[in-house]
Nanobody, 123 residues
Framework: EVQLVESGGGSVQAGGSLRLSCAQS????????IGWFRQAPGKEREGVSC????????YYADSVKGRFTISSDNAKNTVYLQMNSLKPEDTAVYYC????????????????WGQGTQITVSS
């Protein structure tokens, strides 16, 4: 049974930093990617960043390039999203998701989803 559990959400002032964690368990497929997505009130869900656990390739939405960094700690089965220079427009519920296969990207349907964690950035 695949399980994805996000942690690290909370409230922060603009310009601050937070680190999200996505703990993975029950993944049996050899090749997969982990992505971070977010959904703000009244907005559609958008891809933020993803990492291929097959070759380490990373992808970022233009809105977060240079501010967010995705990484993986294989020993802990955990993917992190370091978020720096946070802006009020980063406020959203953030989800981690897993995609089976060699494809890594943000514009494809992911197979498994976590429960989400709230990020609130105040000005």
């Amino acid at each position: 049974e695949v399980q994805l559990v996000e942690s690290g959400g909370g409230s922060v002032q603009a310009g601050g930093s937070l680190r999200l964690s996505c703990a993975q368990s029950g993944i049996t497929f050899a090749d997969y990617a982990i992505g971070w997505f977010r959904q703000a009130p009244g907005k559609e869900r958008e891809g933020v960043s993803c990492i291929s656990l097959s070759d380490g390739s990373t992808y970022y939405a233009d809105s977060v390039k240079g501010r967010f960094t995705i990484s993986s700690d294989n020993a802990k089965n955990t993917v992190y999203l370091q978020m720096n220079s946070l802006k009020p427009e980063d406020t959203a519920v953030y989800y981690c998701a897993a995609l089976e296969g060699l494809v890594a990207g943000l514009d494809v349907p992911y197979d498994y989803w976590g429960q989400g964690t709230q990020i609130t950035v105040s000005s």
